[in-house]
T-cell receptor, first 115, second 114 residues
């Protein structure tokens, strides 16, 4: 079975501080991993993905994520948070081996950046 | 968000009504998806179409009926819905190639069933 856990419903961080949004996954075989962001009244916007290669993936708006196979984690990070980063963040996974293109999403983490 | 568009953006309907949600993608993709987003729950995949053929029906009740006339358009026909069907319905598309391709989402239709 494939699943994603985002252990924190809410993360608060001060503007200018580094931020981390946590994600762990469970999948048969190797994973494809994704981060999406959702602003109010909008759809999900793609941020970054891990397919293969370098464990550190860089994406849009200065975000990056590190794939850790031993800890089955794919935490989202940014060195310096902006107020405009406040949004709902979703981690998603699918198995390389299944061949299907179905994504499994976490429940989301609401990030609030405090001015 | 011009890559994937959805109409209407908001919809209020009674339990006896029939309505349809429309999704259009302008990305040249071959796979399209319907998701249901409810508060505090993971996105629920409802249907998947690859090259106009339905490849996934995730145990969705028959009161939801998808239609994919071509690779650019996807509909979700609604009839005799229940209040618990109130949610944000998201459409997505991807290239259809099984290599970790990215899904791109529309803005969603906020549905309220009274």
């Amino acid at each position: 079975a494939q699943s994603v856990a985002q252990p924190e419903d809410q993360v608060n961080v001060a503007e200018g501080n580094p931020l981390t949004v946590k994600c762990t996954y469970s999948v048969s075989g190797n994973p494809y991993l994704f981060w999406y962001v959702q602003y109010p009244n909008r759809g999900l916007q793609f941020l970054l993905k891990y397919i293969t290669g370098d464990n550190l993936v860089k994406g849009s708006y200065g975000f990056e994520a590190e794939f850790n196979k031993s800890q089955t984690s794919f935490h989202l990070k940014k060195p310096s948070a902006l107020v405009s980063d406040s949004a709902l963040y979703f981690c998603a996974v699918r198995s390389v081996q299944t061949g299907a293109n179905n994504l499994f999403f976490g429940t989301g983490t609401r990030l609030t950046v405090i001015p | 968000e011009t890559g994937v568009t959805q109409t209407p953006r908001h919809l209020v309907m009674g339990m006896t009504n029939k309505k349809s949600l429309k999704c259009e993608q302008h990305l040249g993709h071959n796979a399209m998806y319907w998701y249901k987003q409810s508060a505090k729950k993971p996105l629920e995949l409802m249907f998947v179409y690859n090259f106009k053929e339905q490849t996934e029906n995730n145990s969705v009740p028959s009161r939801f009926s998808p239609e994919c006339p071509n690779s650019s358009h996807l509909f979700l026909h609604l009839h005799t819905l229940q209040p618990e069907d109130s949610a944000l319905y998201l459409c997505a598309s991807s290239s259809g190639m099984p290599s970790g391709e990215t899904q791109y989402f529309g803005p969603g239709t906020r549905l309220l069933v009274l």
